[in-house]
Each structure stands twice: as structure tokens, then as C-alpha cells.
């Protein structure tokens, strides 16, 4: 369910350089729910939403790009943390993802294959991925901690324990 939400909330954005909502749901899914299933969440969403906006060989990137931040989530969240943190936490990932994704795109566009041109495609994509950690800063600062909140209530709600 997580996953189609996550989708969903990205088709809208894909006009917008970076700026991705469905970062945001994937890392709280992460921190509430763990990081087994943070990391699905993350992974589904780029499957899901592809169908959508396209398929391609950069999809499992994208899953692996979109999967981590949730499993590194579900780690976080086994601990109290400071929002801020986490705020700092989606930055971070603003940033990693970008930089996931220009392995592919270095791998599939750059040629020839030297540090020189390795290091152009990282400089050349600084816009892309400063846009995309403002937009995680933006959402996680305000919506993060509702959809936190709002997720553990579920989570609280729905839970069957053994006696």
C-alpha cells in the first residue's frame, strides 16, 4: 500500500527537477516499519511508477537508489532520534541517490570511460541532486514528522501480538 502511495506521489513531481515526495514516505516507512520493509518500499516505487513515466535499464537503479534510504531509515528508526536528524538524514540521501544514478548514466552515455569524464559526470549533475535534497529537506520538514506519527498509529492500530 505504502509502495502505491509512494508511486502515485512521484508521477505528479516528475516534471520538477529532482524534487520527489515519495523520498519522504520511503524514509518514514523505513523508521516506523523497519528496514526490510522500508527497503521494499523504496525499491517498489521506481517499478510502479515506471509504468507510468518509462521503463528502462536505469529502473533497477532506481530501485536500488530509492530501496537504501529505507533500509538505512529502518536502522535509524530502532533508536530515539531528533527529527532534525532526519531531516538531515533525507539531505543526505537527496545527494546518495543522485549519485547512484550517475553510475548509470556514466556507465550507458559517458565515453570514453576515464576519471576525467567519471568526474565530469558527477560535477555536471550537482544541480540535479542539490534540487532533490532541498526537495527531501522541504517535505521531510513538513510532512516527515505527521507521516511519522501518523504511520505508528497505524502501525500501533493494525499489530496482532502473541501471548
Known sequence: ???GISAV???PF???QGIQPCTTLII???LVYGPIAGFFVGAL???VSNFFLGHGPW???QMIGWGLPGLTAGYLGRKEINFKLIIL???AWGFLYGWIMNIWHF????KPHTFETFIRTYVLSIGWDVSHAIGNALFMGIIGERTVRILTRYKKRFTIERM
Request: charged residues 5%; hydrophobic residues 50%; glycine residues 4%.
Open 59 to 61: 529502473t533497477p537503479l
Open 1 to 3: 500500500m505504502l509502495s
Open 14 to 16: 516528475s516534471n520538477f
Open 89 to 91: 538524514f533525507s539531505v
Open 107 to 110: 556507465a550507458f552515455f559517458v
Open 28 to 30: 518514514c516507512s523505513g
Open 9 to 11: 506521489l512521484r508521477i
Open 45 to 47: 516505487t521506481p517499478f
